[in-house]
């Protein structure tokens, strides 16, 4: 997925999308990859993927400001894979101070991260700190915000693999009409 491509109106359509049909193909919620919590806190939604492998994203929605930390556990980047533990240098440098307390929350793990972006309007340039990879290290973006299906079709090809025969519980009409609700909404 290019972020660039979205904006953050579109993002949190298909993220209420993808959790909205995780919830309908499963009952039980420590398997689901997708979650959706509108007012997490007043004003703040939280949207997360996790692939119950170690892999995550965590999406603050603030307002029309938005920030996403992911975590690749096999990274690099990450900061159990350094000499000594600590956080890629630079990651956190210059997201919005707001968004950024949101990660203090014992919820959340503010060190299981490998990257982070932010975008503060509905339609800006998604940003980064001043991250350096001197030997091309991965920090598992690429392949990890691709995990966010902001199609039907995308979300149809991903639960018909995840969920196999349990994916048999949905049409893909449905899936479509779930989409398609969350876009006009927005």
Request: proline share 4%.
């Amino acid at each position: 997925m290019e972020l660039d491509t979205l904006s953050n109106k579109q993002l949190i359509a298909a993220l209420k999308a993808c959790a909205t049909l995780d919830i309908a193909l499963c009952e039980e919620a420590h398997i689901r990859s997708f979650a959706y919590q509108a007012d997490w806190q007043p004003g703040i939604d939280i949207a997360t993927y996790d692939n119950g492998g170690g892999d995550n994203l965590l999406i603050i929605i603030k307002g029309d400001a938005i920030l996403i930390k992911g975590f690749d556990h096999e990274s690099e980047v990450s900061p159990y894979a350094q000499e000594e533990y600590g956080i890629w240098p630079g990651i956190y440098d210059g997201a919005p101070a707001e968004l950024l307390a949101m990660l203090d929350n014992d919820a959340f793990e503010r060190d299981d991260v490998t990257f982070c972006f932010w975008r503060t309007t509905n339609t800006g340039t998604w940003q980064q700190g001043p991250v350096e990879f001197p030997n091309n290290e991965d920090d598992g973006s690429n392949w990890l915000l691709a995990a966010i299906r902001t199609t039907a079709k995308e979300f149809i090809d991903y639960a018909t693999y995840y969920y196999q025969d349990d994916f048999n519980k949905m049409t893909p009409a449905k899936v479509h009409q779930v989409f398609k609700q969350y876009e006009l909404a927005q």
